[in-house]
């Protein structure tokens, strides 16, 4: 064969491979997409981009019961979004906490698995207005989860995988305890699971970690902004001003005021840095900069006040959470005068919080909790309300000794990211 035959028949050659290649993929994505339809029948299923390093992606609008029990009550728009390397291919479940985007989970990463990340119920776009706040359980959203993982265990074969950071992680927890047989392993980030309305324990944790020398200077941060309210709202003034932000729900003078009574939960749970607090002499901007950094008061405007309308119900009937530590300030306040959150929560709504509910979650993750690898940082605020897993448990807690709620897998020692994936080895193996 001579050399002009030779490359002719190899351009046939690959023309052919990348050919049926092609039709490989386009089959394999119209399968996909078909597989879907039939699982899905009534939802909006469009396929959207494609993250890192995956074949194929969908947004996925499921018309989901209110009440799982009364199907008849009546339908939300649900919106997931699914993530496909292979139908063989491990699978995680990203069970948020709140509102999602289609966001590749650290787990998901690690794993090299599909990816399917569910909105929970009443955040962010599957938010109905108004709001039926009866249905916004957790038992009900955990049957959202185990719907979706039923059907789509149809068509995924291998291993499942649930995984969620902070409420979301706790929502994994909660799912796990429900469902035991839903997922193969449980990778919570950072989740607590708190023991009432006000957790005493996040008050502890503020006043005894870190340095001394660090606990004060937060202190007298606190009283630095509070003595030098009238200049520090001024400041905040012009923020909102800037910022287009409304403070109508919660006024500029209350917000700063809950803003001051954060800070030291946030300073904690975010990796505040001890030698970038303000001194006392520091300016007005710079005292409203660093809170505004470490707290972010636009939490407190009208339009988060809305979005967090439904974490405040969770927490104040089921989850639980935390108080303000009133003490060191509590000479300089002028309208805050309760330690609760109860503020922020929906008004004209009864709510009646349920102290045995994570009670009972606890119990289980605890006590029959197996494949379940926990991530926490050592300084994170919400570290104080983390399960301990009894010894004969075939749990892994792994704590970042000076993390924050930031703590990811990344962040620890090689020979810690070698337990960790040692461990999701064996049990996925």
């Known amino acids: ?127 109905p207005n108004p709001i039926q706040w009866e249905y916004l359980t957790n038992d009900q959203a955990i049957a959202d989860y185990h719907d979706i993982v039923t059907k789509l265990k149809k068509i995924y074969s291998g291993k499942w995988i649930s995984t969620g950071i902070s409420k979301g992680g706790e929502t994994a927890l909660i799912y796990k305890s429900i469902y035991p047989n839903d997922v193969d392993v449980a990778m919570p980030y950072v989740a607590p699971l708190i023991n009432s309305c006000e957790d005493p324990r996040t008050i502890n944790h503020t006043r005894t970690v870190g340095t001394a020398e660090c606990r004060a200077k937060i202190t007298a941060f606190q009283r630095t902004v509070l003595k030098d309210k009238e200049a520090v709202l001024a400041v905040f003034q012009d923020y909102a001003t800037t910022k287009k932000m409304q403070f109508t729900e919660v006024p500029f003078a209350e917000s700063l005021e809950y803003a001051v009574l954060e800070f030291p939960f946030s300073f904690w749970q975010w990796g505040g840095k001890c030698d970038e607090i303000p001194s006392a002499n520091a300016s007005a901007k710079e005292l409203f900069d660093y809170l505004n950094k470490i707290v972010g008061v636009g939490t407190y405007s009208d339009k988060m006040s809305f979005v967090y309308l439904p974490s405040y119900y969770q927490h104040l009937s089921e989850l639980g959470y935390y108080g303000f530590d009133l003490e060191p300030v509590a000479d300089l306040l002028t309208i805050v005068k309760s330690s609760s959150n109860a503020r922020f929560a929906p008004k004209d709504v009864a709510i009646k919080y349920n102290p045995k509910y994570i009670k009972k979650v606890r119990k289980y993750v605890e006590n ?40 990811r897998v990344r962040d620890f020692s090689e020979n810690d990211r070698i337990l960790i994936m040692n461990t999701l080895n064996k049990w996925l193996n």
């Not at 379940?372 to 792994?398: E, R």
């Open 1 to 127: 064969m001579n050399s002009k035959t030779f490359i002719t028949s190899l351009f046939f050659l690959l023309l052919n491979y990348f050919t049926i290649a092609a039709q490989k993929i386009e089959e394999s994505s119209e399968n996909l997409q078909q597989r879907l339809n039939e699982l899905f029948p009534k939802a909006i299923i469009t396929r959207i981009e494609n993250l890192e390093n995956y074949t194929e992606s969908y947004q996925i609008i499921l018309d989901e019961p209110l009440d799982h029990k009364h199907p008849e009550k009546g339908t939300f728009q649900h919106y997931i979004y699914l993530s496909h390397l292979g139908f063989d291919r491990p699978t995680v479940i990203e069970t948020h906490g709140y509102n999602t985007e289609n966001i590749k989970s650290e787990v998901s990463s690690l794993l090299q698995a599909n990816q399917v990340a569910v909105e929970y119920r009443f955040y962010g776009k599957s938010r």
């Open 368 to 407: 029959k909790g197996d494949k379940i690898l926990y991530i926490y940082g050592g300084y994170d605020t919400w570290f104080c309300c983390s399960p301990t897993p009894k010894p004969n448990v075939d749990a892994l807690k792994m704590v970042l000794p000076n993390g924050s709620h930031s703590t």
